[in-house]
């Protein structure tokens, strides 16, 4: 059974930091590249990162860069997003999700992507 799985999500204040991990079962992840995105309440789902399966390449919203980093452990079969100096606008659910054919013009894209997780809650608040 092909699944992604988040996890890593908590309450955390302004300044702080999270490591979000996205766990694949019944595929190698390495083949795939994995993106990460977000949706807020009452807002759109929007692409937060991307990391592709070769190079690998890297991608990022402009409101992330610098902040968040994207990695994968292929022995572990995950792909990690660590976020520092998270703000309150970053609380989201962040969810990951997995193509085999990214066209890196279009990485924001949801519509790429075949795999999705179920999502993580981060909240970002004092």
């Known amino acids: 059974q092909v699944q992604l799985v988040e996890s890593g999500g908590d309450l955390v204040q302004p300044g702080g930091s999270l490591r979000l991990s996205c766990a694949a079962s019944?595929?190698?992840?390495?083949?795939?590249?994995t993106g990460w995105f977000r949706q807020a309440p009452g807002k759109e789902r929007e692409a937060v990162s991307c990391?592709?399966?070769?190079?690998?390449?890297?991608y990022y919203e402009d409101s992330v860069k610098g902040r968040f980093t994207i990695s994968r452990d292929n022995a572990k079969n995950t792909v990690y997003l660590q976020m520092n100096s998270l703000k309150p606008e970053d609380t989201a659910v962040y969810f990951c999700?997995?193509?085999?054919?990214?066209?890196?013009?279009?990485?924001?894209?949801?519509?790429?992507?075949?795999?999705w997780g179920q999502g993580t809650q981060v909240t970002v608040s004092s």
């Open positions: 999700a997995a193509t085999l054919d990214l066209d890196g013009i279009r990485w924001h894209s949801e519509y790429q992507y075949d795999y």
């Open positions: 019944g595929f190698t992840l390495d083949d795939y590249a």
């Open positions: 990391i592709s399966s070769s190079d690998p390449s890297t």
